[in-house]
């Protein structure tokens, strides 16, 4: 028959067959491990803030976004209804004057 090797650690049935230190040891190990997890986990708190903080930033993006949107809005709107801003708008878009106007061309002296 087979022997079998002494194993390093005592066989335990128990919990309560640990001694004190031991059962500190696991009790720390536990708690620690949870700490951990709930510091840099998926759900901790280093990952709410990073999220918090991409909210944030996607929020301030929408904002401007909109003030955008409103600003076309209101282009758009008197493009359809005002004759003489839409003839302001193509005059400086062609770069053609009507009579009685001076244009004046302002040049990038470092192109």
Request: net charge positive; with cysteine.
């Amino acid at each position: 028959m087979r022997e079998r090797k002494k194993s390093v650690f005592p066989k335990m049935k128990r919990l309560s067959d640990l001694t004190p230190k031991a059962k500190r040891m696991i009790v720390f190990a536990v708690i620690g491990a949870i700490l951990v997890n709930a510091l840099v986990g998926p759900k901790g708190f280093l990952s709410l803030v990073m999220i918090y903080r991409e909210c944030s930033r996607i929020e301030q993006n929408i904002a401007l976004e909109k003030q955008k949107i409103d600003s076309l809005q209101v282009v758009q709107h008197r493009m359809r209804t005002d004759r003489s801003y839409i003839e302001r708008a193509s005059r400086e878009l062609l770069g053609v004057s009507s009579s009685g106007e001076t244009i004046i061309k302002f040049v990038d002296p470092r192109k």
